[in-house]
């Protein structure tokens, strides 16, 4: 079975196709396409992504980055056996134009659609590593599991159980994680998106291992549920640096200071993400430990994690995405849809929700 899978639900436009072969439990995939098309220079001036931009880019790359994948794929889109295409949960004048693609294509061919929840996609990130095939053995031994999702507009716990159900046990009350990281670099004059920014200045202060007497808070780090909170903690930084300008005006032209806020943020945001996980993994027994979306691309969140997991004696596996399956792609779409016609999800309606949840 071949699958070309549709992705807009952000600031990516993304297409990709796979052949799938099932082997006994387990599933065969082959990589025979996988293109994206990023705006993230379009959006960087505005400091996030602005819908409406997203929207006119996506209707002018779609074609575009369709052609290319077919041609890598060396395939006719007639021989495409069903279209994945990402319902949400996103902004929804973006991801009606990959939806509006894919039912135009399915009309013109006589395709099937399946509607992708975005979020699910991230939980199958993980499955592609190095190399153009891979395989997806979703045997009972890997459950329990539990995804912590870690995106510019999510940060939520699942528990996935056997047959990929999936209970949110906990999410963010106001911004993402992804969010927080991108204001703050916003406030400290650091290009957008803001994570990988404040990432590279606290790795530098780390390295320095100069003590610091910046200290912010971790919220809701002792409350009894697995919800998450980052506004708060995004105030106490423009706070801090509305202090620190009352002594000096230039006070950010100073990269050392810099270097000390990203490193103390950093270090907040993930000690709250990494002691709310192992928490939910002991609470739960969990197997396996999923961490997707853009945030998940995050070094010491990675390294915390693992030193935590190691540090409690825990015998829960780890998996994190490669690199390039962190971000948004059409890959991940394309697996979790080919789980979607095995579950009969498939017959969901096929309309934008950009609050679609697990
Ligand atoms: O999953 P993603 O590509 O798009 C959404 O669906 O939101 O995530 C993008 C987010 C941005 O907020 C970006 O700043 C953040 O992921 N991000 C990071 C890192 N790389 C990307 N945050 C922290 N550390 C990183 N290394
Ligand atoms: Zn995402």
């Not at 952000?10 to 025979?32: N, S, W």
């Not at 590593?129 to 995106?151: C, E, H, R, W």
């Not at 990432?199 to 200290?215: C, H, K, V, W």
């Not at 971790?218 to 801090?240: C, E, N, Q």
Request: hydrophobic share 40%; glycine share 6%; with cysteine.
């Amino acid at each position: 079975m071949k699958i070309l899978a549709i992705e807009t639900s952000c600031d990516e436009t993304a297409m990709a196709i796979v052949e799938v072969k099932k082997d006994g439990k387990k599933v065969k995939f082959k990589i025979l396409g996988s293109e994206i098309s990023s705006q993230i220079a379009i959006h960087a001036p505005y400091g996030g992504v602005f819908p409406a931009l997203a929207k006119r880019e996506h209707i002018k790359n779609l074609p575009i980055v369709f052609e290319k994948v077919l041609k890598q794929a060396k395939l006719k889109i007639e021989k495409i056996n069903h279209i994945a295409v990402t319902t949400g949960p996103g902004l929804e004048p973006a991801l009606w134009t990959g939806i509006v693609f894919a039912k135009e294509l399915a009309l013109k061919y006589d395709i099937p659609i399946i509607p992708v929840n975005h979020m699910e996609g991230h939980v199958f990130s993980i499955f592609p590593k190095k190399g153009k095939a891979f395989t997806v053995d979703l045997n009972q031994k890997i459950f329990p599991m539990l995804s912590l999702l870690v995106s510019g507009g999510h940060t939520e716990l699942i528990l996935v159980k056997d047959g990929m159900k999936y209970k949110k046990i906990g999410q963010t009350r106001d911004d993402a994680s992804g969010e927080a990281f991108d204001k703050v670099a916003r406030m400290l004059d650091l290009p957008y998106p803001g994570g990988p920014e404040i990432s590279r200045l606290a790795d530098i202060e780390r390295e320095n291992n100069i003590s610091s007497d910046i200290i912010l808070p971790r919220p809701m780090i002792h409350s009894k549920d697995y919800d998450f909170s980052f506004s708060g903690l995004k105030t106490a930084v423009l706070y801090l640096i509305r202090d620190l300008q009352k002594e000096n005006p230039n006070v950010l032209e100073d990269i050392n200071i810099k270097q000390k806020i990203a490193r103390e943020f950093e270090d907040a945001v993930v000690e709250v993400l990494v002691y709310k996980t192992i928490k939910a993994i002991k609470e739960y027994k969990i197997k396996t430990l999923i961490v997707g979306g853009g945030v998940s691309a995050n070094k010491y969140l990675q390294e915390m994690m693992l030193k935590k997991i190691k540090e409690n004696k825990l015998k829960t596996k780890v998996h994190f995405p490669s690199r390039e399956l962190t971000g948004d792609n059409a890959l991940m779409i394309a697996i979790a849809g080919y789980f979607g016609i095995k579950n009969k999800k498939s017959r969901s309606p096929i309309k934008a929700n950009g609050n679609l949840q697990l």
